[in-house]
């Protein structure tokens, strides 16, 4: 699994969500929102990652992640 942040298109919402692709991370986020009332149906995702210096130091600092890739766009 891998940690993702999908915000709606206009970035009025964001979650934070486990999955192994893009595409599955704004369908999470999808259902999230839909349970809420809210609709969305186009979404950008950005895979997120623990930093180098945090990963090969001594000792974790925290959880402290940063943008793995550029957003992509996805619609459903």
């Not at 130091?57 to 619609?75: D, F, H, N, S």
Request: aromatic share 10%.
């Amino acid at each position: 699994m891998r940690l993702f942040k999908v915000y709606c298109a206009d970035e009025s919402d964001s979650e934070l969500v486990f999955a192994k692709s893009h595409r599955q991370a704004a369908s999470i986020a999808r259902a999230v929102w839909h349970e809420n009332g809210f609709r969305c149906r186009h979404f950008r995702v950005v895979e997120l990652q623990l930093p180098d210096c945090i990963k090969e130091g001594p000792e974790p600092v925290g959880l402290i992640y940063e943008p793995a890739t550029m957003p992509k766009e996805v619609r459903l």
